[in-house]
């Protein structure tokens, strides 16, 4: 069975991180923080609502330097809201494009921060400001004596580091995926259309006890594929050919990101190379995970072994990163990434390679980082490609 | 059986997005247009993918004055847009924090664009700019002699209006998740958590054909519910209670957008009667939806009827919304949007009102604006609350 994992967090886990947030505000100098996305505002909130989904409305939440996050929201979202922790509710009857909230949020900004002081929004890598640039730039005219600075690394260096409680909801995903890709042989077989294949995939993960399966992507093709980031199509996998599925797939807001490869009939030795290579790679980077080493190093000693094996790199550009509430997180697994590794942090490990002629190879696994070393959340990839027969 | 939809579009149907758009670029005086969300991007080139989901990357589209799109993307995404109808594909080797191509963008901007040109990007309601807020910044400085402007005009008034072959494809997943919405009563039962009972919908809409379900909110409660944007708890069903089950479902990237209500049992007189008065509500939007009113008086038409019901209002904010490739678009069915209805606009019927002891009671159904009138795309809701035994 799946390892039990309980749906949500204890109030003090939130508590928790608003004062770690706080902390590093202090230490930046931010009087407060400005968060406009989905994962930030649930990390901060508890609430996990798929409404964002609908570009139509912002939602906002403020961490002031001391006390609890104030929620600054649509009147269609004040009713799950208040289920959660967060009791300072300020809401307004959106959609109301001449002043979609931001007034409201304007004087809440400068009710909790002193004239003069600097205001955090998260403006680094791998974020956006999840409102409308005009509305930003009316937000920033109406906080006069308010400054902007970046806030990336508040959240950043919170959310790289995952609780107990954020590890547990990971390896149950991680557990019913892995699960779902032991089975994919009895119920995949050639005939399926790929479309066909990936809603058998997605269909078995939900019976298996996934919430959701928002991240599904994958190619099949004749001795290999040349993309991985494909919707499927109608193209009828057939002998000989080979399958890569990678799934994001949700427990309680928190994802796996993995793939698994399969050939159906048979396989070519240089498929078979490739795969046994980037399996190797992964190895490597399962051995060299550690806390004190850095992304940078843990990159290198997957490379290293792709190059030993005579290949050069793909064109993802990393090999693997972080893991959580999104299905990528900071940090990257890459030259100059240079993030130190610590306890806690949930990393995907994905070495790939280009093989023959064009084509592709990618694995890739999930692991946390405890004191001694790498532990992993998904059940280890065969080491031989299997053969769908 | 649903109706048929050719997956994907013409060439010229790119072709005629491509020159629509430059024919308003030319009217705001924009010398190209810049493009960075999913729905956007894929308008304007065909290119389909979840990869989205992840935050990594950046990616960019441009419209220039004249000619094609150009693509400025990550080269993870190389191979799959070159499978589009975009020859110029230009791309740099993401994740590079300190340069997320924006020098090739830049550049790309300052190659289509004439010195002191102006720059159109979405600004306005309901968008947002899909880069980290210190890149578009960075961008800005970069682009000296070229000054920004909304952009948000050229890409609504093409949206909000569909063709033919957008249409087909928000019909079959409308016919898709009708088909699952009359066979619920046969697979969702008293006893079943809310997870359960989503998990079984979910399942049967991907059975019936759906590409995915990425939007499935609702809730259940003793004569009603509360809230209506909620993920699924693990309350269990009772005699007595309602359910609603509200779902953007897929079809070849075009979503539907609509719910249904269900009491098991037995259901309250006020909850009977609600559901009339919103069916009614329902019934005066279908019949005044027509080209030549306001979304304004549409809204009208539907809030007349809940008034002389008894009703205010409910905390949803409209009535009503476009409908595409996203789950809610422009424009709203409320007061202050007036915006005017056009032949082959696509739209929900939303009216919603409270009634008891703080129960809300919603209903939906999407519409296709045609030159006579609207036309049902969602198959209708029974007149009577379904009661299921």
């Not at 961490?63 to 208040?82: D, F, H, N, Y």
């Not at 300072?88 to 409201?104: F, N």
Request: proline letters at 6%.
């Amino acid at each position: 069975m799946h390892p039990i994992a309980e749906r949500g967090f204890t109030q003090s886990e939130f508590e928790r991180r608003t004062e770690k947030a706080q902390a590093i505000m202090a230490r930046l100098g931010l009087g407060a923080l400005l968060l406009t996305t989905e994962p930030e505002v649930r990390y901060f909130t508890g609430f996990d609502t798929i409404f964002w989904l609908s570009p139509t409305r912002p939602w906002f939440v403020v961490i002031p330097a001391k006390g609890a996050p104030i929620a600054v929201i649509p009147e269609i979202g004040a009713p799950s809201m208040s289920l959660t922790w967060i009791s300072d509710v300020r809401t307004w009857l959106a959609p109301q494009p001449e002043d979609d909230g931001i007034s409201l949020l304007a004087n809440t900004l400068r009710e909790v921060m002193p004239q003069g002081g600097v205001l955090g929004v998260p403006m680094g890598h791998e974020t956006h400001v999840r409102m409308p640039a005009a509305d930003f730039m009316a937000l920033q005219a109406k906080l006069d004596g308010i400054s902007l600075a970046d806030g990336t690394d508040v959240v950043r260096s919170l959310r790289m580091v995952k609780s107990e409680a954020e590890i547990a909801k990971i390896a149950r995903i991680c557990s019913i995926a892995s699960s779902a890709f032991e089975d994919l042989p009895t119920y995949i077989k050639t005939g399926d259309t790929e479309r066909q294949a990936f809603a058998k995939f997605k269909i078995d993960l939900l019976q298996k006890g996934a919430d959701d399966v928002p991240y599904l992507v994958g190619s099949s093709g004749p001795g290999g594929f040349e993309d991985v980031i494909n919707r499927p199509s109608d193209r009828i996998i057939a002998d000989g050919d080979m399958l890569l599925l990678d799934t994001g797939a949700l427990y309680d807001g928190y994802s796996c990101d993995f793939d698994r490869n399969y050939a159906f009939g048979h396989a070519t030795d240089a498929a078979k190379s490739a795969y046994d290579l980037a399996w190797r790679a992964t190895e490597a980077g399962l051995q060299a995970a550690r806390p004190g080493i850095t992304t940078t190093e843990l990159w290198a000693a997957m490379a290293k072994v792709l190059e030993d094996g005579g290949c050069g790199g793909h064109q993802i550009g990393r090999m693997g990163h972080g893991l959580g509430m999104q299905v990528t997180e900071w940090p990257s697994n890459m030259p100059g990434d240079n993030t130190l590794i610590e306890a806690g942090m949930v990393l995907t490990l994905e070495p790939g390679l280009a093989f023959g002629d064009g084509k592709m190879m990618l694995h890739e696994e999930n692991i946390v980082i405890r004191e001694d070393g790498a532990e992993l959340l998904t059940r280890r990839a065969p080491p031989a490609l299997p053969i769908i027969t």
